[in-house]
Nanobody
């Protein structure tokens, strides 16, 4: 019943920018931590950036100073602004969120993943 739908991926030249979006929908009581992960071919999925419900943020060392994560709680959406992109940023980017669902007598928090969006940085 809960879905995360990403958008904004594509092909960009080195040094360029992209903005990823991920919108949550369904029977949602609250959205807690939200994050972006990525997975390049042959590599494990890695955490790129995370933002808490209090809007504290943290980043992988490889993207600090270049990427910015933000969220719009009214729109149930998380964003990833990616600047100064490098070829090594090429990967499938996945949205992740911990979401609380259910009626007042049966609330539960669960992890959810988006389907992924491809980001390719190449000249």
């Amino acid at each position: 019943q809960v879905q995360l739908v990403e958008s904004g991926g594509g092909l960009v030249q080195p040094g360029g920018s992209l903005r990823l979006s991920c919108a949550a929908s369904g029977s949602i009581f609250s959205i807690n931590d939200m994050a972006w992960y990525r997975q390049a071919p042959g590599n494990q999925r890695e955490l790129v950036a995370v933002i808490t419900s209090a809007e504290s943020t943290d980043y992988a060392d490889s993207v600090k100073g270049r990427f910015t994560i933000s969220r719009d709680n009214a729109k149930k959406t998380v964003y990833l602004q990616m600047n100064s992109l490098k070829s090594e940023d090429t990967a499938v980017y996945y949205c992740y969120a911990r979401i609380t669902t259910g009626r007042w007598y049966d609330r539960r928090e669960s992890p959810y993943w988006g389907q992924g969006t491809q980001v390719t940085v190449s000249s």
